[in-house]
């Protein structure tokens, strides 16, 4: 038995290995039962283990871990609330990474099933697919606007695992990096920083405004803006076991963004999966120095503006004269709260003099994970519980910073939420992007 969290070592693909330490952690949480309402991965171990009257992990089948890795949906917020954590507790448990390591331990030795190997070759190919799909317009409109369940879904589920019933963010009609090299460019009157925007395979592909919205913001508050086109971060490819291609993707990315920051640059992520990933994946996965370097000048987009307005030589622009709500209902995304740096996005509508109020309720995503076929009994139900959050919250406008989790809001309550950023323009009187 190894406790490694390091794709490098080679005991961390070992089956019997890897079964052994998901045994002592599955012990450890059994006894504890903090994390019953986490996701369904605890609920389903307990059961499994409270059938052996001596309760003993080691009492689980293989399959019956699998169930157990399966539930996993990577939220990440286990580990924030384990007493048990690395770093915390001689246990040394950090269920998020052993997850992971499970699912590559199952995708080496060959236990995925043919339908999972099937929606990863498609749903991790997000460059491919999106650039695909906004080249195609109408084609790609008809797939994902076609009504959950309709025979068009149906279809596709069967040629590429996506679920038929969930309903997909739509594809956009120019891609976020085309309209960043053709705008009209602007002088900016004073210069606070420069940053390059990672604009994520969500906003490059399906709401670019997003990303508009933000070098718009930025640059009225005197923040240079560059666009990576390096693509996407690879997290599809990770959550799946699928370290070796995720490590290829992230060794290119590392360098190309060590680079930029050596140039000058801060590294922004205006969706949450990703700035994890950036901060924290690239550290695990890559390793050495760029990916450090990386990691310290990754922020999300609301955080760079909260600490540019906290900074002693910096000054954020609080002068609000457009579109301002009273009151916001603002959804703070799992892998925000997982990064651990406070709720700058809700402390950044609050300079607005809005009132804020919070729904921290998973959407039950993982990015991918809440949209394969095969989910739905599992993450449905999740996704029904932040709808509900949502509409007790009242009528107020929604903002939210994964497009993903917006997209579940808008599955379950048909309203749409958007990035606290865009919300911010507008408070700034710049105009929907065109």
């Known amino acids: 038995m190894t406790t490694t969290y390091d794709p490098a070592d080679p005991a961390y693909v070992d089956e019997a290995d890897a079964r052994a330490e998901l045994t002592r952690v599955f012990d450890v949480c059994g006894g504890c039962r903090r994390c019953v309402d986490r996701c369904p991965s605890f609920p389903t171990l307990f059961e499994l283990i409270d059938r052996h009257g001596d309760r003993d992990a080691g009492r689980l089948t293989p399959a019956e871990q699998d169930r157990v890795v399966d539930g ?14 690395s770093g915390r507790h001689e246990f040394d448990l950090d269920v998020p990474r052993l ?3 499970a699912r590559s331990m199952q995708h080496a030795n060959g236990h995925v099933p043919s339908r999972a190997r099937m929606a990863t070759r498609v749903m991790a190919r997000t460059d491919r697919v999106g650039a695909l799909a906004v080249a195609t317009g109408p084609i790609a409109d008809r797939v994902v606007d076609a009504a959950p369940g309709s025979a068009v879904r149906r279809m596709v589920a069967r040629l590429t ?3 038929a019933v969930r309903l997909l963010p739509p594809f956009a009609r120019q891609r976020f990096s085309t309209w960043f090299r053709t705008r009209p460019r602007i002088s900016l009157t004073r210069g606070q920083g420069r940053v390059t925007v990672f604009p994520t395979c969500l906003v490059e592909y399906h709401d670019p405004d997003i990303g508009k ?23 599809p490819w990770l959550h799946a076991g699928h370290v070796d291609r995720f490590s290829r993707i992230a060794r290119t990315n590392v360098a190309e963004l060590a680079a930029r920051v050596r140039a000058g640059t801060d590294i922004v992520v205006p969706q949450p999966t990703c700035s994890y990933v950036l901060k924290r994946d690239y550290v695990d996965v890559v390793g050495g120095p760029d990916a450090a370097l990386v990691a310290e000048h990754t922020f999300d987009a609301a955080e760079y503006l909260v600490d540019l307005h906290r900074g002693a030589t910096t000054q954020l622009d609080t002068d609000f004269p457009g579109e301002l709500p009273e009151v916001i209902t603002y959804h703070a995304p799992c892998h925000l709260r997982a990064q651990d740096i406070g709720l700058r996005s809700r402390d950044l509508l609050r300079l607005t003099g809005a009132r804020v109020d919070l729904v921290q309720q998973c959407a039950g995503i993982d990015g991918m994970w809440g949209l394969r076929a095969g989910n739905e009994d ?6 029904e519980q932040l709808g509900e959050q949502i509409e007790q919250a009242g009528g107020a406008p929604i903002a939210g910073d994964c497009h993903l989790a917006n997209t579940a809001i808008r599955e379950q309550t048909g309203r749409r939420a ?13 105009p929907d992007a065109p």
Do not use: T, W
């Open 72 to 85: 996993c949906f990577q939220c990440k917020l286990c580990h924030l609330e384990c007493p048990y954590a």
């Open 99 to 101: 997850m992971l390591r």
């Open 161 to 163: 695992g996506v679920s």
């Open 213 to 235: 919205d933000l070098v718009r913001v930025y640059e009225r508050n005197g923040v240079e803006c560059e666009v990576s086109e390096i693509g996407c971060c690879g997290a």
């Open 378 to 383: 599992l993450s449905v139900p999740i996704a």
């Open 418 to 430: 958007l990035h606290p950023l865009q919300i911010l323009a507008r408070a700034y009187g710049i």
